[in-house]
């Protein structure tokens, strides 16, 4: 009686561990592939260097264990939502958003899935968070796109010694232009110069408002705003003709239409956010808890091409920008 009891104990106690054993692979076979949803709010050279920097690190990291959906949103908001939803829906590991309405649809789809943004200017205004500390406090954690306003401000003393009027053209839907244009305002106004902005519902109003700019104002400043750098042969075909010189708030719309910026590099950014989406990943970092990071690398470029055009003279500190590509 008492060996027929042991006997179904070791056999009980054996199935037992079998089973064990089986659910320790299939969590094993869980994390042999992260599945990430990437949501890039538009196509164009500054939001794709984030998305391949972002994508390297990763690869660089986990080679062949990484699955990344990559979805473009084509500018449109409610387009990022329907996105951001389904990569909820198909339960992927982290979501990676490119742009700041990209994030804010990210955030209103999921409070539990980690979301990395990147290309953000602003996460406090992005995140609609008041006391901010520098890290969000929920699933959300990246990396920022803001050059110093301040530095770009002064671009437009330097280059353009008599210019008294900057124009600010930006798009209305997008609060991270409001916010640099907020700023830059208060920067430009301490150095004597007017600042009057212009703004655009969507791509099909810059032809009408860059006209019209370019008959009350001296120069044109564009911050990070996604839907400008997304169609700046507009911008171009109008300011260029009027002899009125741009600059801009990052290199891609730098080389569509303007003379300089103060530039960034996207892919540093979105390939910080990578490794930091590594941690989460592999180290259960919490997003809660991680510092938002921002660019390190800033660089003076210019056009040569343009300046030439419009008799600027540039020091020698800065860089021309490689067109051979346009």
Known sequence: MKKSILKKMMSLALVAAMMMSLCIGCAGESKDTYKIGICQLVQHDALDAATKGFQDALKEKLGDKVEFDLQNASGESATCATITTQFVNDGVDLIMANATPALQAAMAATGDIPIVATSITDFATALDIDDWTGKSGINVTGTADLAPL?????????????????????????????????????????????????????????????????????????????????????????????????????????????????????YSIGYEAGLMAYEILVNDADPAEMEIKYATELTHKYVEERTLALGITVPDTYEAIDMSEE
């Open 150 to 266: 301040d530095e770009q401000a002064a671009m437009v003393k330097e280059l353009l010694p008599n210019a008294k009027t900057v124009g600010i053209l930006y798009c209305s839907a997008e609060p991270n232009s409001k916010y640099q244009a907020d700023v830059i305002t208060a920067e430009f106004k301490e150095l004597g110069l007017e600042s009057k902005e212009y703004t655009v519902a969507d791509t099909n109003e810059i032809t009408s408002v860059v006209t019209k700019m370019c008959g009350e104002v001296d120069c044109i400043y564009i911050p990070t705003d996604n839907s400008i750098a997304s169609a700046t042969a507009a911008v171009d075909e109008i300011a260029s003709p009027a002899k009125i010189p741009v600059i801009a708030g990052e290199e891609g719309i730098c080389k569509g239409c303007g003379i300089a910026t103060l530039s960034i590099s996207y």
